[in-house]
């Protein structure tokens, strides 16, 4: 969470476009930045896990055999409505990447007000652009915005969790086991098409300076007992 927050900062200043893959060390629930700790309580299942809150918004986390991934974006030239388009974007990428591995996701094209917007975990929610397979949430994500630049993160439910053992994965919904070393390279092939900014990536591991500074935001906030608690 403080390296997302260190990378829209440097796209906010001027530096180029970053997208980034990562998975947790260990099972962890991200709160949705509006939510309540106090709704932790009502899902027994991930009381075990460790806990933080997020910078965007949406239902909670489990962060157990998923793949997060983020894109931070600058949001010159970018009108609200690009901005809004730009969970399809991805989306659509992710989709035509699965489909590479006989995986065949599909907007969901139902609005989080008729699928129980009010549910604890985000993969219960629904919003017209997630990704549906087999009647399940397999991908769904959220948006944070300053003047400058946009950071948009979100999760690939692979599988299912025993922390949330009410939300099947791809795995347990079309029966394959997608090898993330082969499928994220297709993502990024197709994020490098449909997103101009990507289109000259390289790759690069997080520089010295920026967990530096990541450092200092996850003392700030993200391990702040104020940060987590600033909703009870």
Do not use: N
């Amino acid at each position: 969470m403080a390296i997302d927050q260190v990378l829209l900062e440097s796209v906010a200043d001027g530096q180029p476009a970053v997208l980034r893959f990562y998975q947790w060390a260990e099972p962890s629930l991200s709160l949705g930045y509006f939510q309540r700790v106090s709704e932790r309580s009502a899902h027994e299942p991930s009381q075990p896990c460790k806990l933080v809150r997020r910078v965007t918004g949406g239902g909670a986390l489990v962060h157990d055999y998923e793949l997060t991934y983020s894109l931070s974006l600058p949001t010159l030239g970018r009108t609200a409505a690009a901005l809004q388009d730009l969970y399809t974007v991805v989306h659509r990428c992710f989709a035509a990447a699965l489909q590479q591995f006989g995986v065949a996701p599909v907007m969901s094209a139902i609005a989080a007000k008729t699928q129980g917007a009010d549910y604890f975990l985000c993969f219960q929610r629904r919003t017209e652009v997630d990704l549906v397979l087999a009647g399940y949430k397999i991908l769904g994500s959220a948006q944070r915005r300053t003047k400058t630049a946009v950071l948009q993160h979100g999760g690939l439910l692979l599988r299912s969790s025993s922390y949330a053992p009410e939300l099947p994965g791809v795995l347990e919904l079309s029966g394959v086991e997608v090898p993330l070393p082969a499928l994220l390279p297709v993502v990024i092939a197709e994020l490098t098409r449909e997103v101009d900014e990507l289109s000259a990536w390289e790759r690069s591991e997080v520089a010295t300076a920026e967990l530096e500074r990541s450092a200092w935001w996850e003392q700030e906030r993200f391990a702040s007992p104020h940060w987590l608690t600033r909703r009870t």
